[in-house]
């Protein structure tokens, strides 16, 4: 079954650094989504992705956050500056139509120090 | 911000008892998905219910969407060990949030052989 593949599975980084978490969407989805889900709390949303531009973000995703498909095959979270808050478990998910159909990833857990 | 509150929260039964839990909310979404993500991994979809009123059915598990596509509901017939993890439900957004996914806090069951 074709599956979303997040690399690396762990990243440790120290606190002011940049990281790039990155995605291998399913290869005949046309949208993609990061989301984040910090120890105990809900899944949220961070931004979704389509036709090579954010069509969406949520209040989280600010200026330190940026996506990027640099090729035709993978996508990638880059936040610029981290902050202890931002360790979470971050996940991508692609789909083949709008709000339908996700499949997710199974997560890269950073851990800012 | 659109709400999703799922109860219970925890919920520890015998083999061969019957369940049900209820994702409920105050605003109207598009769909109501349904999730469930073991420990260290990403969600995976269960299901997709998109009309008021939709039963749809999995093999022992049974999902509801309210006439008013407003809450949702899970029942599990005859539990087995193997049900034991997160349920998460999961509320996709209207017009321009429609991409976006709006997740409960998850119901986490546990069913004891």
């Known amino acids: 079954e074709p599956e979303v593949t997040q690399t690396p599975s762990h990243q440790v980084t120290q606190m002011g650094q940049e990281v790039i978490l990155r995605c291998v969407p399913i290869s005949n989805h046309l949208y993609f989504y990061w989301y984040r889900q910090i120890l105990g709390q809900k899944v949220e949303f961070l931004v979704s992705f389509y036709n090579n531009e954010i069509s969406e973000k949520s209040e989280i995703f600010d200026d330190q956050f940026s996506v990027e498909r640099p090729d035709g095959s993978n996508f990638t979270l880059k936040i610029r500056s981290t902050k202890l808050e931002d360790s979470a478990m971050y996940f991508c998910?692609?789909?083949?139509?709008?709000?339908?159909?996700?499949?997710f990833g199974s997560g890269t857990r950073l851990t800012v120090v | 911000t659109q709400l999703l509150e799922q109860s219970p929260q925890f919920l520890s039964i015998q083999e061969g008892e019957n369940l049900t839990v209820y994702c409920n909310s105050s605003?109207?979404?598009?769909?109501l998905q349904w999730y469930r993500q073991e420990p260290g991994e990403g969600p995976v979809l269960l299901v997709t219910?998109?009309?008021?009123?939709e039963v749809k059915k999995l093999k022992r598990l049974t999902f509801q969407f309210g006439d008013a596509r407003k809450d949702s509901s899970l029942h599990i017939t005859a539990a087995q060990p193997g049900d034991t993890g997160l349920y998460l439900c999961?509320?996709?957004?209207?017009?321009?949030?429609?991409?976006?996914?709006?997740f409960g806090r998850g119901t986490q069951l546990t069913v004891w052989p």
């Open positions: 219910v998109v009309t008021g009123g």
């Open positions: 998910a692609s789909s083949e139509d709008r709000g339908y159909g996700y499949t």
């Open positions: 999961a509320g996709a957004g209207r017009g321009s949030t429609l991409g976006r996914l709006y």
């Open positions: 605003s109207v979404f598009s769909s």
